[in-house]
């Protein structure tokens, strides 16, 4: 079954240190996202890549760098953690396609203490 | 600036009692296609509904939108709130060239009491 996949679930990580959150998919689709979800904010775009060895800003990339080394694999970087950063974080898959929806995964809980 | 919003943070209905939840946009890009997705509790958002085409019904797992463009409305009903609706509800819209980015409103949670 298609899916989209993210590891770890949850992570707690402290303030200054380094973060890789991992995202797999198994739907073929060309486009990955990473989302941030906080309340009152809704879902955030942060960086989000249409092919493989390249990445694109969203809305919000400051403090985050992204990597897609293959079509199916799509990583997030924090490379100094803050507190600011706490969030949950979604990533996403979406076949080319002007109406094609985005997939989900399940969604990675970071705490930065 | 281009925007999707809901005005409710919160909407309690009773079971089978009707819900509406509220969505307009704001946006000056060309705006490909409108989504309702569903969060249940601890899992992934997933599309709900989804419509193109200005003043067509939409309906899903008894649930049911239209598009407004001349109002920018697409707000989402059902005539009979279920306990398993209980959910946070995002209504978004994808827009560009090819549809490859969604802008979120921030969410409503859909609170069910029987």
């Known amino acids: 079954e298609a899916a989209v996949t993210q590891s770890p679930r949850s992570k707690v990580a402290v303030t200054g240190g380094k973060v890789t959150l991992s995202c797999h998919q198994t739907?073929?689709?060309?486009?990955m996202y990473w989302y941030r979800q906080d309340t009152g904010h809704g879902l955030r775009l942060i960086h989000y890549?249409?092919?493989?060895?390249?990445?694109e800003k969203g809305d919000i990339p400051d403090g985050y760098k992204a990597s897609r080394p293959s079509q199916e694999n799509f990583s997030l970087i924090l490379e100094l953690a803050s507190l600011s950063q706490t969030a949950v974080y979604f990533c996403?898959?979406?076949?080319?396609?002007?109406?094609?929806?985005?997939?989900f995964g399940p969604g990675t809980r970071l705490t930065v203490l | 600036g281009d925007s999707v919003t809901q005005t409710e943070g919160l909407v309690t209905v009773t079971e089978g009692l009707p819900v509406k939840l509220n969505c307009t946009y704001q946006t000056t890009y060309l705006t490909i296609a409108f989504f309702w997705y569903v969060q249940y509790l601890n899992e992934a958002p997933q599309v709900l509904l989804k419509s193109s085409t200005d003043n067509k019904r939409t309906e899903h797992q008894g649930f049911h939108a239209t598009l407004h463009k001349s109002s920018s409305s697409f707000h989402l009903q059902k005539s009979s709130a279920q306990l398993s609706d209980s959910a946070l509800y995002y209504c978004?819209?994808?827009?560009?060239?090819?549809?490859?980015?969604?802008?979120f409103g921030i969410g409503t949670l859909l609170s069910v009491k029987p």
């Open positions: 996403a898959s979406r076949r080319l396609g002007g109406r094609n929806e985005q997939y």
């Open positions: 890549s249409y092919v493989a060895d390249s990445t």
């Open positions: 978004a819209l994808s827009y560009g060239s090819s549809g490859n980015k969604l802008i």
């Open positions: 739907n073929n689709h060309d486009y």
